[in-house]
C-alpha cells in the first residue's frame, strides 16, 4: 500500500486547512484509516481514525469538536478537515492505513504515508 498525503502549509490561528492522503496498491481497505503528527520535539502522537465505511470515527481530545476526518471509497482518498487550528496543532501530519486498535489504547499502524507540515502562526 502506496500513501499520498498532501494539503499542508502555513496558515494562521483560526484558519482552516484540508489534508489529503490517496491510498493506492494491494488491498488498501482493509483496517481502518487515520491521521497522526508529530510536533518538533515530541513523539508522534494519534489524532483520528476511521474506516474506508467512515461508519465509526475515533478523535485525540486534543483535536475533537475542531477536526473531521472523512474518506472517498471511489478516490480512495482520506481527508482530515482541520478547523479552528491553534498554534499547538503545528506538527509534521502522517496519513496511515491498515490501523488497528490495540487493547492498550494505542494504534497498530501497518502503513505511513510520507508526511506533511503544518504550521500555526500567531
Known amino acids: 500500500v502506496q500513501l499520498q498525503a498532501s494539503g499542508g502549509g502555513l496558515v494562521q490561528a483560526g484558519d482552516s486547512l484540508t489534508l489529503s492522503c490517496a491510498a493506492s496498491g494491494r488491498d488498501a481497505s482493509n483496517y481502518g484509516v487515520g491521521w497522526f503528527r508529530q510536533a518538533p520535539g515530541k513523539e508522534r502522537e494519534f489524532v483520528a481514525a476511521t474506516t474506508w465505511s467512515g461508519r465509526n470515527s475515533y478523535y485525540a481530545d486534543s483535536v475533537k469538536g475542531r477536526f473531521t476526518i472523512s474518506t472517498d471509497n471511489s478516490k480512495m482518498t482520506m481527508y482530515l478537515q482541520m478547523n479552528s487550528l491553534e498554534l499547538g496543532d503545528t506538527a509534521i501530519y502522517y496519513c496511515?492505513?491498515?490501523?488497528?486498535?490495540?487493547?492498550?489504547?494505542?494504534?497498530?499502524?501497518?502503513?505511513w504515508g510520507q508526511g506533511t507540515q503544518v504550521t500555526v502562526s500567531s
Open positions: 496511515a492505513a491498515e490501523l488497528r486498535p490495540l487493547d492498550d489504547g494505542n494504534w497498530l499502524v501497518g502503513y
